[in-house]
């Protein structure tokens, strides 16, 4: 037994005191991830909670005059916030416009001279590629964290973000509700199983694809009007659509079980590129980068304890231009 714990133990201390050589956090890897500490320095915003005084998320750097895009569902989750770029402290950010599809915000601070990160570059690179991302900050500097490429670019599917809280199928041609999802929307509207949809804020639906694509455009926090039959009457009902992961939660694996802080939004994009690092809910927001300091687009959710997912930057900047125009500037 002796022999046994003693065996125990020394694999215990040699686990936590591998030699410097060994560590993920040697000299030698700093080095290689110093270069691109610079760019994460320059180009990264890290939001933090005015009541908490701690960062709850990071923002990517898109214009020299304080243009900053982070990911939108982290900022429903506080009050107050203000923001560090550096070690400048900005006590006023603006929440501009919002993106439900992609999830992302846009918001300004009060800067003139800041470093973005550049918008006209490609996400094409090979699988196994080497990158950096944000890991832990204090008030001054961003610390890199490493990862790699690991799968192709591709959709993330999960269904419209923002949802009326009911279940529909097609019956007799008709789209027939089926459920209601209690304190969501619908519920609170006054919608019953059995109620047949038949049109949207103004427009006549057909079929639950149609009406499908109609919500897709929608953002959670709207309120939409929904033209009802019950019985013979019609009924026109104002109905506030929920965010879906608020409402139903993020699918749920076995995996998840054993995973840390990930996003509580990490479905429904339209595109996505993958990669392995360690990330948490508190570190997406921020660029990525290849370890030259290229810019690949920017960590939009925590997939898991080793998966992250990054809009791609020809899309970042096309919903970036869309968002700008649309805040009028």
Request: hydrophobic letters at 40%.
């Amino acid at each position: 037994m002796k022999i046994i714990i003693a065996i125990i133990l020394c694999s215990s201390v040699l686990g936590n005191t591998l030699p410097s050589e060994q560590r993920k956090t040697n000299k030698s890897m700093q080095a290689t991830l110093s270069p691109v500490q610079k760019y994460l320095q320059e180009s990264s915003a890290v939001f933090y909670d005015s009541k908490r005084r701690v960062p709850f998320v990071y923002g990517t750097i898109v214009s020299s005059d304080g243009l900053i895009l982070t990911k939108a569902s982290e900022l429903d989750e506080v009050e107050e916030f203000y923001i560090r770029i550096g070690a400048e402290r900005y006590k006023e950010p603006n929440i501009l416009k919002k993106n439900e599809i992609w999830d992302l915000a846009l918001v300004k601070v009060e800067a003139e001279g800041l470093i973005p990160v550049k918008l006209d570059g490609s996400s094409e690179v090979a699988l196994g590629t080497w990158t950096v991302s944000n890991g832990a900050s204090d008030r001054k500097t961003r610390r890199p964290r490493p990862g790699i490429i690991s799968a192709n670019k591709r959709e993330i599917k999960g269904g419209s973000p923002a949802v009326l809280g009911v279940g529909f199928r097609m019956e007799d041609d008709r789209i027939t509700i089926t459920k209601i999802t209690e304190d969501s929307g619908a519920d609170k509207a006054g919608l019953e199983k059995g109620d047949l949809i038949i049109g949207l804020d103004g427009k006549e639906v057909g079929d639950d694809k149609e009406f499908i694509e109609l919500l897709k455009a929608k953002a959670a926090g709207e309120i939409v009007k929904l033209k009802i039959q019950r019985d013979e009457e019609v009924l026109e009902l104002d109905v506030e659509l929920m965010a879906r992961h608020k409402l139903f939660g993020g699918p749920q694996s076995r995996n998840d079980s054993m995973s840390g802080d990930f996003s509580e939004r990490r479905s429904s994009f339209p595109m996505v590129l993958q990669h392995e690092t360690m990330l948490s809910a508190r570190s997406v927001g921020g660029p990525l980068f290849t370890l030259d300091g290229r810019f690949l687009g920017m960590n939009i959710a925590a997939a898991n304890r080793v998966e992250a997912f990054a809009i791609p930057v020809e899309h970042l900047s096309n919903v970036f231009s869309e968002m700008k125009t649309a805040s009028g500037l």
